[in-house]
């Protein structure tokens, strides 16, 4: 009986001991959890955004779509909602994608939609803007700077992320063409103009450029570059629809 008890009294020991335990352990850890949490509280704080890859959203712009709400001024909050959060989509931009240079720091990287030129679309009153490939990659009301507009080509209703519906492929192809090459060289226009037989004119402020047709297309861009500059501050017509690699006279009737 004696022997009985010693056993109990040395099982009621070890629990206890195995209680102090436990409770020592969880002790630790909330004060290891609450340390944890101030410092993410107090350290984590958003003073300087670095933005990078943007062009066509401006630098607070992209500033104010990150630090769009209330938790945004810590900023683990802001990575960890940008890794594992469906966060809120902007016109023109892919994706963005956040980290730390360090507690006070948010790096931000912009990838934006690869956008070469825009139709209007006057049955939705939105301007549907295009890829190299010729497919429909946003429709907006907003007009983005260095983004041609695209006249003369027929284009009733689009459909997102799907081709341009323009019946004329030859058009399609000297329109992909086109502006391609005009990104490509660094003479983005205003507008890209297209008329009934199908020639290009370009619209640069007060310089009107008349490319013709599709012939030699991309050899006639790659010359604005060199003759553009030349022409700064001028109106007038820029005569290059007849060139060709025979014929290469280019001749600008200069406007008074």
Partial sequence: MEREKKEQTR?????RKRRKIMFILILAFLVL???ACLIVWKVFTVQTVIVEGNTYYSESQIQKFVLEDEYSW????VVLKYRFLEVKEHPFVDSMEV????????RVHVYEKGLLGYLFIAAIGQNAYFDK???VVETS???IDKIPLVEGLECDKVVLYEKLPIQDDKALKSLLTATQALKKYEVVPDTIRFDGNG????????IEVLLGSPENLTQKILRLPYILPELSGKTGIL???????NSTDIVFGERK
């Fill in 74 to 77: 810590n900023s683990l909050y």
């Fill in 33 to 35: 959890a609450a340390v």
């Fill in 133 to 135: 490939d010729g497919f």
């Fill in 99 to 106: 980290s730390l240079d360090n507690p006070h720091t948010l």
């Fill in 239 to 245: 005569h290059m629809e007849n060139w060709t690699e």
């Fill in 11 to 15: 099982t009621q020991k070890r629990r």
């Fill in 199 to 206: 020639d290009i004119s370009l619209a640069y402020g007060s």
């Fill in 141 to 143: 009301r907003e007009k």
